[in-house]
């Protein structure tokens, strides 16, 4: 249970980010959302307040770190997820799409638990999850993302050092049916003969798979999990031959 | 059902699942740690390097459940410390029969059980241990037999259809195997010390391991396969 605790999302407007507010909401949390707008913001209680804030910009983090400040007093689990899409051959990039990767997939979470880390350390257990795709591991797939979300996931180890004791652990997400999933890979699993030779788990994810682990790792029942990378992929990517993901 | 279910890791899972109302065939050598479980513990004495007692003890859940398992978790194991220039081939047999034979056995004797399972969600937990990621040249064959143990536990995945599979790795946990070579004053030292290098700034107690396999055998956890979760306090990726 999360009774009380406080929670900010970002990406909250989208599939992963919106039904893990709702499992965070049901489990007793109160849920700071930020990210695009979602009418369904309007169902989801008192207990949910959205706002309004450009992550990739710091006068932007600071002011959501006062107002978090002034009305709470503290943060107990800080949630990142992109909820924007990179795609694209290398031969089609130009700078400004560099930036914005950068900007919206590392620059957001690096802020973000920069400036809200005084907040968190005023949590009796204080949980940062990042997630993003496990795709990150594959060679040529969506590489622009994958580039950034490696070094995301380099970051959580980085961060553990010099955030404790406030952990700080990965979310790795496989074909979940979510704005990520790519029309070809939807397409390739609707077609696969044997499901289970794609993904073990013979289905693609949904975001409630993702909230589930996202609960497990802001609650406590999970407290000692540090600086971990977790895969929630049906064994899409931990089973493939030809990711780099395999080794998790 | 559990192997190595009466002591440390395996026996702080056996009081989970007793805890949550299942019901456990736990295989090991020496009850005398497991006479507070009740009636829905079901000690089985078991050698599980010993393939035909443990082929007896898996066929327990034909003769008890109706063929039917939802669950089976392979927690039996040892420390073997050797290095390279001290192996022999014996120690190299008794490393591979206890911490991969074994789980590679109990898999083929149990996984026709766990497809009858009445939840339809049945579960493989391999306890590995972060020994798996690191590389410690006087463990040769613990550290070898248990990547060997997170690899087989891939290729069950894909292997075993509609079964999940999952190795955990633990790290540094307080468990008897940990005081066992070591005075109590020794052991409150090493605990302490062991605090400083891991960044959640202590050691697991290992009801902690039980949380976590209480959760990856929900089905809050149904999208997890066919990977290897640590859970070390963040020791690993520190540790220098």
Do not use: W
């Not at chain 1, 700071?32 to 989801?44: A, C, H, R, S, T």
């Not at chain 1, 930036?99 to 350390?121: E, F, M, V, Y």
């Not at chain 1, 077609?191 to 788990?201: G, L």
């Not at chain 2, 005075?183 to 039980?210: D, F, H, N």
């Amino acid at each position: 249970m999360l009774n009380n605790k406080i929670a900010l999302i970002t990406g909250v407007g989208t599939g992963i980010g919106l039904a893990t507010a709702k499992r965070y909401l049901k489990e007793g949390a109160k849920v700071i959302g930020v990210g695009d707008y979602n009418k369904e913001f309007d169902d989801l209680g008192a207990n949910f307040e959205y706002f309004k804030c450009d992550v990739t910009d710091e006068k932007n983090i600071v002011e959501l770190k006062e107002h978090i400040s002034k009305k709470y007093g503290v943060l107990d689990i800080l949630l990142t997820i992109c909820d924007k899409e990179y795609r694209g051959k290398m031969s089609e990039v130009d700078a400004d799409t560099i930036n914005q990767a950068s900007k919206h997939i590392l620059t957001a979470p690096i802020l973000l638990s920069k400036n809200l880390k005084d907040l968190l350390a005023k949590s009796t257990l204080a949980s940062v999850i990042f997630d993003f795709p496990i795709s990150a591991f594959m060679v040529d797939k969506n590489y622009l993302e994958s580039i950034y979300n490696l070094a995301l996931a380099d970051y959580v180890r980085q961060a553990t050092a010099q955030f404790r004791p406030i952990r700080v652990n990965g979310v790795m997400f496989g074909l979940i049916k979510n704005h990520f999933l790519a029309k070809e890979d939807e397409e390739r699993f609707a077609k696969a003969e044997k499901k289970e030779t794609m993904i073990p788990s013979q289905r693609l994810g949904t975001c409630e798979d993702v909230a589930n682990l996202n609960n497990f790792l802001a609650d406590e029942l999970s407290k000692f999990f540090n600086s971990a990378l977790i895969p929630v992929d049906g064994g899409y990517y931990t089973t493939n031959p030809r990711s780099m993901g395999n080794s998790f | 059902m559990i192997a190595g279910a009466t002591s440390g890791i395996g026996l702080s899972i056996t009081e989970m699942f007793i805890n949550e109302g299942a019901t456990v065939i736990g295989l090991g050598r020496n009850f005398e740690n497991t006479t507070h479980l009740g009636d829905h513990f079901i000690p089985f004495k078991c050698d599980v390097t010993d393939l035909d007692n443990l082929q007896q003890a898996c066929d327990k859940v034909k003769e008890l459940f109706d063929g039917k398992l939802d669950v089976m978790v392979n927690s039996a194991g040892v420390g073997i410390h050797y290095s390279p220039t001290n192996i022999t081939p014996d120690k190299f047999d008794f490393a591979f029969n206890l911490l991969l034979k074994s789980s590679i056995m109990m898999t083929k004797y149990c996984y026709e059980y766990l497809y009858n399972a009445e939840h339809k969600a049945p579960v493989i937990i391999h306890i590995s241990s972060i020994g798996a990621r690191t590389i410690v040249s006087n463990d040769i064959l613990y550290g070898m037999c248990k990547s060997s143990l997170n690899l087989y536990s891939k290729q069950c995945a894909g292997g075993l259809p509609g079964i999940r599979v999952v190795s955990l790795s633990p790290g540094p946990f307080i468990t008897p195997i940990f005081a066992k070579s070591r005075s109590p004053e020794e052991t409150k030292q090493v605990i302490q010390y062991m605090g400083t290098l891991i960044p959640s700034g202590r050691m697991a107690e290992p009801s902690e391991i039980g949380d976590l396999v209480s959760f990856l055998c929900s089905s809050e956890a149904s999208y997890i396969n066919g990977c290897d979760i640590s859970i070390d306090g963040g020791m690993l990726t520190q540790h220098s």
